[in-house]
C-alpha cells in the first residue's frame, strides 16, 4: 500500500524526516518496506534551462534540420541542431543542457551530450513536450510565452511537485490503515499531535436532476447504503495536483469524477461508486441479489456469469455493479455524462469476499471491503467527495442524501484489566500512560477503577475486539524496543535458517545429471605441465609445481578439468567407446600474490552419437543445443537467472558462449578446439563446459516457487525480423522480455533465414511469442497493444525490419 507525505501533512503536522517517519510507523506494526520519491515530471527538470534563438538557418547538409544559435544565459550561445518544423529566430524555449538527462513521454532516458550531427556541432537539445515527459505531441518544439531570463531553471517556469512515498505492508489485520487517514491516526499517537480532519456541511440542493430512489433486499448483507444525485456535471480531466497525487499512488488518472472516488478511497478509506443517473432505469436502485445464471458486462467489457451468491447493485432491469467489488460497462460514467448517482455504502466483508474470489475480481475496493471499512464513514466519504465533484467538475446537488442505516453498527466494549496488562507487556506502564495512548487511538477509557476500565473501540478497529487486542495497542504505540527482556527468559530451541549444504547440492545435481545419461568421472588433480604450456589459454606461470614429483607426466597440479577430462575420453575411443557423456566436480589449482588458491568446477563433456542408428531415424551426432540444453537445466535447478550472454571463439573452444552473473563468469560452453583435441590425442569432435562450481554453490537460491496453471488461455503471435548478422539472438530476447512485460511468457525461434533473398549482411528469425494474463483472458486490444510495443522495441533498440 502506497502512502503520500504530502498528503499526510494535511491531515497532522508533520516535521520529521520520511526516514523518521517510516521507522516510527515500522516499530508500532504498519511496516514500511521502501520510501520512493516522487517526482511529477521525472527528472525534475534537473538541468533544462529556458533560451532564446537568436539565429536559425537551414542545415547545410540535411533539408529537415536547422542550425540555430541558442542564448542560454551562458557568456557564449550554444549551437544546436535541431529537426522541429517549427523552430525560428526570436522564440523563447526549453533548452536539453549537456549532461541533462531526459525521461521522455515514451521510451527509455537518456543524457544530452555534445555531439555532431551531419558534420556540425550541437551543445544541447531544443525539446518537444514528450521528450521532457510533459505530454504526449511531438509535432515541434514548445514554444513559451515568458519574461523570464535566458538561462533560468525550467523549474521555475513549470511547477514540480515532489513528494516521498511509503510503500507499506500491510498485515491482514489493520484494515483501519488502509488509507491515508487510517495512517494518520496512528502518527496521532506516535508523534502525541492532533488530527486535523476537514469539516463538512449538510447538502443543500441545488438544481433538478434524475430522481432515484433505494431498496436494500438484505441489510444484513448491506447494513447501510448512502448516496446522493448531483447533475451539471461536466466530465473531463482533473486538476494537476489531483493528477499527480494518484500517478504518485502508481495510479493513472482516468476523468475528474472516477479520480475523486479513487482519490476519496485512498485517502478515507472509503470506496464510493459513480452510477451514469440517466442510465437508471426507472429510476430505481436495488441492493441484492441476481438470479443464478445471470449475466453481467463488467467495466473491463467481460460477460460474467453469475451465481446468484454475488450481491449485486442493480435497477429493475439487470445489473449495474458487483457490490464493492467492479462496475458495470452500461452504468459508468462517459464523456458524455451530466448526472450522476454517487454510492457510498458499508457492505459485510464476507459478502464482498465471496463475490470477488469467485469471479478472480482483486480491485482497491475489494481489497477494504473484504477486511471491513468504517461503518460511520459513508456519509462523511460522500459529503467530501460532493465538496471536490463541485469544486472541480461544476456539479450541483439535486437530491438529499439518501442514507439507509436500519441498525447502526455498534461500538466493541472490551473489559481490560491492569494485571492482564503488566503480565502480557511483561512491564509496568502507569494508568495514566495506558489511557492517553487508547484515547490518541481513539479508543474510549470508561469506568475506570484501580483494577482496570471498559475500553469503547469504534468499528472501524475490526481488529480490536478482545482484551488481548486492546493490550497489543497499548505495546505498540508504547514501543516493542522500550520493553526489556528479562534475565531469566531461556528457550529450549532457536530455529535458525537452515544452512545451504553444499554436499546435498553436489549430490542432487549428480543424480539428475546421471538421469540425463550422463556417468561420473573423478580424474587426478596431477596432470602434465606440457598442456599449460601448449594450451594457448593456460597460463604456464601459474601452474603450481610438485617438487617430489615421481613422474614428468604428473608434474603439475591442473588449472582445468579439460585435458584430463579428455584423457578419460581418449582412452575409452581408443577401446572403441564413442558415444560419451560425462561430468566431474573438481578441484583446480593456481598461484596467487599471498599464495595458492584453489576453486572448484563442474566440467561437462558430450562427444560421438546422441543416439544409436536404428530403423525409424538415423543416428545423430551431438550438437551444441545438446550442452547448452544441460548448462540451463543445472541453471533452472539452482533459480539462478544470468545476467550476460556473449559468443566467444578464443582457446580452448572453437566457437562457444561465455555465461557471467555480474562481472564473473559462471561458465564457458563450447566446441573444443583441434589444438586441444591433439593435446589429448582424442580424434573426434568433443562439447566441453566448465562452470564455476563456487559461484553457483553461492548463487543457488533454493527450491523454486511454484503457481498453479493458469486457467485463462494462452495466445500465441509471430513475428518475422530481418536483423544483422552481428545482433544475437540473446539482445532480440532481452529486448522482448523488457518489452512484453507480464504478459509475454516465453519466446520461441522456428526458423532462421540467410540467403540472397534479404540483404548481405542480414539475417532473419522467425518468432513466436506466446502471451498469456493469469487474472484475465486476454482480449484483441491488449493482444494488439502488446505486439505493437513489441515491434516498435526491435525497431528502435536493435534496428529491425519487420516482415509481414
Known amino acids: 500500500m502506497k502512502i503520500s507525505i504530502n498528503r499526510l501533512k494535511k491531515y ?5 524526516s520520511p526516514e523518521e517517519i ?3 510507523l515500522t516499530q508500532s506494526g504498519l511496516e514500511v518496506e521502501g520510501i520512493d520519491a516522487f517526482e511529477s515530471i521525472k527528472g525534475g527538470l534537473d538541468g533544462i534551462v529556458i533560451g532564446e534563438v537568436l539565429t536559425c538557418e537551414k542545415h547545410p547538409d540535411a533539408d529537415k534540420l536547422s542550425l540555430t544559435t541558442v542564448d542560454i544565459g551562458q557568456a557564449e550561445p550554444s549551437q544546436i541542431v535541431c529537426g522541429a518544423p517549427n523552430v525560428a529566430k526570436g522564440q523563447k524555449v526549453l533548452v536539453a543542457t549537456i549532461g541533462a538527462t531526459l525521461y521522455p513521454t515514451e521510451g527509455d532516458s537518456f543524457q544530452i551530450k555534445k555531439a555532431k550531427i551531419r558534420g556540425q556541432a550541437s551543445e544541447g537539445m531544443i525539446c518537444a513536450e514528450d521528450e521532457l515527459g510533459l505530454g504526449k505531441s511531438h509535432a515541434g518544439i514548445m514554444v513559451l510565452d515568458t519574461d523570464l531570463p535566458n538561462g533560468t531553471p525550467a523549474s521555475r517556469l513549470i511547477e514540480v511537485d515532489q513528494d516521498h512515498i511509503l510503500e507499506i505492508g500491510l498485515t491482514p489485520n489493520r484494515a483501519d490503515a488502509a488509507s491515508h487517514l487510517g495512517v494518520a491516526r496512528d502518527l496521532k499517537a506516535l508523534l502525541k499531535k492532533e488530527l486535523c480532519l476537514d469539516s463538512v456541511a449538510d447538502l443543500k440542493i441545488e438544481a433538478n436532476g434524475p430522481k432515484i430512489s433505494v431498496e436494500v433486499e438484505n441489510s444484513i448483507d448491506c447494513p447501510r447504503y448512502a448516496g446522493v444525485v448531483l447533475s451539471d456535471i461536466k466530465v473531463g480531466p482533473s486538476p494537476q495536483w489531483l493528477q499527480n497525487f494518484l500517478k504518485s499512488l502508481d495510479l493513472e488518472p482516468i476523468n475528474n469524477v472516477v479520480d475523486i472516488t479513487n482519490f476519496i478511497l485512498h485517502d478515507l478509506g472509503q470506496p464510493l461508486h459513480a452510477f451514469d443517473a440517466d442510465r437508471i432505469s426507472e429510476g430505481k436502485i436495488i441492493v441484492g441479489k441476481s438470479p443464478k445464471g445471470s449475466v453481467f458486462k463488467t467495466l473491463d467489457e467481460k460477460e460474467r456469469k453469475l451465481t446468484g451468491d454475488e450481491l449485486m447493485i442493480k435497477d429493475p432491469t439487470g445489473g449495474l455493479c458487483i457490490a464493492g467489488v467492479f462496475g458495470g460497462v452500461d452504468s459508468g460514467v462517459s464523456d458524455q455524462t451530466t448526472s450522476i448517482f454517487l454510492e457510498s455504502a458499508y457492505f459485510s466483508p464476507d459478502i464482498i469476499r ?3 474470489q469467485h469471479h478472480g475480481l482483486k480491485t482497491d475496493a475489494s481489497f477494504r471491503f473484504e477486511r471491513g471499512t468504517d461503518p460511520n464513514m459513508p456519509v462523511y466519504a460522500l459529503k467530501q467527495a460532493v465538496k471536490l465533484l463541485k469544486e472541480i467538475a461544476g456539479a450541483k446537488v439535486a437530491s438529499e442524501i439518501i442514507d439507509l442505516y436500519p441498525n447502526p453498527v455498534e461500538d466493541f466494549q472490551i473489559e481490560v484489566s491492569y494485571g492482564h496488562i503488566d503480565r502480557l507487556i511483561g512491564k509496568k506502564i502507569p494508568a495514566a ?5 487508547l484515547e490518541s487511538l481513539e479508543i474510549q477509557v470508561t469506568e475506570e477503577s484501580e483494577t482496570g476500565f471498559t475500553a469503547i473501540a469504534k468499528p472501524y478497529r475490526v481488529d480490536v475486539t478482545r482484551e488481548a487486542d486492546v493490550i497489543e495497542e497499548i505495546l505498540r504505540i508504547h514501543g516493542f524496543e522500550q520493553v526489556a527482556l528479562s534475565e531469566n527468559l531461556n528457550t529450549d530451541y532457536l530455529a535458525e535458517h537452515p544452512v545451504k549444504d553444499l554436499n546435498k547440492l553436489q549430490f542432487k545435481l549428480s543424480q539428475i545429471l546421471a538421469g540425463q545419461g ?12 606440457t598442456y599449460a604450456e601448449k594450451s594457448g589459454f593456460l597460463n604456464p606461470d601459474q601452474s603450481v609445481k610438485i617438487f617430489n614429483k615421481l613422474s614428468e607426466d604428473l608434474d603439475v597440479m591442473r588449472q582445468s578439468l579439460l585435458y584430463s577430462g579428455l584423457e578419460v575420453l581418449a582412452r575409452n575411443i581408443n577401446r572403441r567407446q564413442t558415444d560419451l557423456k560425462y561430468f566431474e566436480f573438481g578441484t583446480v589449482y593456481g598461484k596467487a600474490e599471498s599464495g595458492y588458491v584453489e576453486s572448484r568446477k563442474l566440467a561437462l563433456f558430450l562427444s560421438g552419437k546422441k543416439s544409436a542408428e536404428s530403423w ?10 545438446d550442452l547448452y540444453a544441460t548448462v540451463e537445466n543445472i541453471l533452472l535447478i539452482l533459480n539462478i537467472d544470468l545476467s550476460e550472454m556473449s559468443v566467444i571463439d578464443n582457446a580452448p573452444f572453437e566457437y562457444g558462449l561465455q555465461l557471467k552473473l ?3 563468469v559462471l561458465a564457458e560452453i563450447g566446441l573444443v578446439e583441434e589444438k586441444s583435441l591433439k593435446l589429448a590425442e582424442v580424434r573426434q569432435e568433443v562439447w566441453y563446459a566448465e562452470l564455476n562450481w563456487d559461484l553457483l554453490c553461492k548463487k543457488a537460491a533454493g527450491l523454486k516457487k511454484y503457481q498453479e496453471i493458469s486457467k485463462f488461455p494462452e495466445v500465441r503471435r509471430d513475428l518475422s525480423l530481418v536483423i544483422d548478422k552481428a545482433v544475437s539472438y540473446d539482445q532480440v530476447k532481452k529486448v522482448a522480455l523488457k518489452a512484453g512485460g507480464r504478459l509475454l511468457q516465453r519466446i520461441g525461434v522456428f526458423d532462421v533465414y540467410q540467403g540472397d533473398k534479404i540483404d548481405a549482411g542480414k539475417k532473419a528469425y522467425a518468432l513466436s511469442f506466446h502471451l498469456q494474463d493469469q487474472e484475465n483472458t486476454l482480449t484483441d486490444k491488449v493482444i494488439d497493444k502488446t505486439m505493437s510495443k513489441l515491434i516498435q522495441a526491435f525497431e528502435n533498440e536493435v534496428g529491425a525490419l519487420i516482415r509481414t
Open 12 to 16: 497532522i503536522a508533520i516535521t520529521e
Open 22 to 24: 517510516a521507522a516510527l
Open 354 to 356: 465471496k463475490g470477488a
Open 433 to 437: 500512560e495506558v489511557k492517553r495512548i
Open 518 to 529: 550422463y556417468l561420473e568421472m573423478i580424474t587426478n588433480s596431477l596432470t602434465k605441465s
Open 616 to 625: 525409424i531415424e538415423p543416428a545423430k551426432s551431438f550438437a551444441f543445443a
Open 662 to 664: 555480474g562481472e564473473k
